[in-house]
């Protein structure tokens, strides 16, 4: 909404893509899910989950507890997508088969970033790998 100026597009973003999404953990518009499958199954009843959401239950790291989700009232109140009530993630087998399947779109070598650290930087500190 900020860049197009219409009401309809507050709450909205831009989808990532699939590829490699096992290793770009935590999950969710502020990173709010550290479990892919918490993550998926928030959506099975948003709104539910949304104002059930405990960032302590979901989140390892301290320093992200103070981002609660401080306007999920008007989150709810601008109304949730109605094609988002059409997807249908299923039950548990279900569930797992999601993610055996976003598993299979993630190259498990795609994390190693090893090979781009330089050995030396124009400042002269050292490069702490």
């Given amino acids: 909404m900020r860049l197009s100026g219409d009401p309809a ?3 909205a973003w831009r989808t990532p893509p ?3 999404v096992m290793l770009t953990g935590p999950w ?42 401080e306007n999920r009232q008007a989150i709810i109140a601008a109304g949730v997508d109605p094609l988002l009530y059409t997807v249908n993630i299923g039950g548990p087998l279900a569930l797992d088969n999601l993610v055996q399947f976003l598993h299979a779109l993630s190259d498990d070598n795609g994390a190693d970033f090893s090979h781009l650290i330089p050995v030396s930087v124009p400042s002269g500190l050292p490069v702490d790998p």
């Fill in 9 to 11: 597009d507050k709450y």
């Fill in 18 to 20: 699939l590829r490699n």
């Fill in 28 to 69: 969710g518009r502020q990173s709010h899910y550290n479990d892919i499958k918490d993550f998926l199954r928030h959506y099975r009843l948003p709104v539910l989950s949304l104002l059930g959401y405990d960032i302590t239950e979901s989140v390892d790291e301290v320093a992200m507890h103070s981002q609660f989700l």
